[in-house]
């Protein structure tokens, strides 16, 4: 089983960015991110297939945020700019042991891990 520990979260305020980290203990078919806020469903935020590199944001993150993988470090990024209250959740780092059919479904994912609090304030 792979293991996920992310870093980077934080408090910002409104505009300011952040970067999230994910280090994979294994080889990963694809990962991403999702973030909750209490009380909300589960929100799938951007995603990133290894064998082919396709990529796959939210609409409410696109052209803000970025994606990208270092493969030699088994590393997940997320570079999150332009940042506003609606981005203030916990982000969590996913990733599959197994085939990618579809990156975006959490039911693609079997590693999860243990999340990172991001607060953006006006």
């Known amino acids: 089983q792979v293991q996920l520990v992310e870093s980077g979260g934080g408090s910002v305020r409104t505009g300011g960015s952040l970067t999230l980290s994910c280090i994979a203990s294994?080889?990963?078919?694809?990962m991403g991110w999702f973030r909750q806020v209490p009380g909300k469903e589960r929100e799938g935020v951007a995603f990133i297939s290894t064998l082919s590199g396709y990529i796959w944001y939210a609409d409410s993150v696109k052209g803000r945020f970025t994606i990208s993988r270092d493969g030699a470090k088994n590393t997940l990024y997320l570079q999150m700019n332009s940042l506003n209250v609606e981005d203030t959740a916990m982000y969590y780092c996913?990733?599959?042991?197994?085939?990618?059919?579809?990156?975006?479904?959490?039911?693609?994912?079997?590693?999860w891990g243990q999340g990172t609090q991001v607060t953006v304030s006006s």
């Open positions: 996913a990733a599959s042991t197994r085939s990618c059919a579809r990156v975006n479904p959490s039911w693609t994912y079997n590693a």
């Open positions: 294994g080889y990963t078919y694809c």
